[in-house]
T-cell receptor, first 114, second 116 residues
Framework: DAKTTQPPSMDCAEGRAANLPCNHS???????VYWYRQIHSQGPQYIIH???NNETNEMASLIITEDRKSSTLILPHATLRDTAVYYCIVRVAGMNTGFQKLVFGTGTRLLVSP | EAQVTQNPRYLITVTGKKLTVTCSQN?????MSWYRQDPGLGLRQIYYSMNVEVTDKGDVPEGYKVSRKEKRNFPLILESPSPNQTSLYFC???????????????FGEGSRLTVL
């Protein structure tokens, strides 16, 4: 079973911020939160990841709650090209345990409209 | 250019005719994995490999085989394909030692398989 829960779909107006939530209430202390997105039927692409601190890169920001049971991916100025399915996964980043079964779930389908 | 390459990208075949989908990565990654994607079911892991000669089942391994004889290659084998294996398949690879983005998965572009 998926270890994360995401809304199936969200809408966002072009130019506005898109805030995509993810619940991961059973996350362990050594598990990172990763976000990927999949445009059409292409291979998923990495967006951002974090452990407990908020993170920002050129694509997005990741806000993780203090108890780490949920997080939000923020696309600050959504464009039409951000229309995609967004996946939130949790995993340990290490060879011994983190590279085994990775559960992607069904993600959130974000539709950015003009 | 760092990439994961899958072949074929598209294939239509018939029930029972053995086929192999190849996956190759040029990043010297230890970890490789296969996923299938079906409408409404998201990405489901078929098999994964932690390194050469080390493979294990994911969530939906039935009807599939894999091998990891070389670090760069991780072929997916369907010995006797059936229509319920019609799906979009993705190969992915990752390195535990990636300092910038530890654990980042790199995906191939996908292989769309139809079994009649």
């Amino acid at each position: 079973d998926a270890k994360t829960t995401q809304p199936p779909s969200m809408d966002c107006a072009e130019g506005r911020a898109a805030n995509l939530p993810c619940n991961h209430s059973t996350i362990s202390g050594n598990e990172y939160v990763y976000w990927y997105r999949q445009i059409h039927s292409q291979g998923p692409q990495y967006i951002i990841h974090g452990l407990k601190n908020n993170e920002t890169n050129e694509m997005a920001s990741l806000i993780i709650t203090e108890d780490r049971k949920s997080s939000t991916l923020i696309l600050p100025h959504a464009t039409l090209r951000d229309t995609a399915v967004y996946y939130c996964i949790v995993r340990v980043a290490g060879m011994n345990t983190g590279f085994q079964k990775l559960v992607f779930g069904t993600g959130t389908r974000l539709l950015v409209s003009p | 250019e760092a990439q994961v390459t899958q072949n074929p990208r598209y294939l239509i075949t018939v029930t029972g005719k053995k086929l192999t989908v190849t996956c190759s990565q040029n990043m010297n990654h230890e970890y490789m994995s296969w996923y299938r994607q079906d409408p409404g079911l998201g990405l489901r892991q078929i098999y994964y490999s932690m390194n050469v000669e080390v493979t294990d089942k994911g969530d939906v391994p039935e009807g599939y085989k894999v091998s990891r004889k070389e670090k760069r290659n991780f072929p997916l084998i369907l010995e006797s394909p059936s229509p319920n294996q019609t799906s979009l398949y993705f190969c992915a690879s990752s390195s535990a030692s990636g300092r910038r983005r530890p654990g980042e998965l790199f995906f191939g572009e996908g292989s769309r398989l139809t079994v009649l």
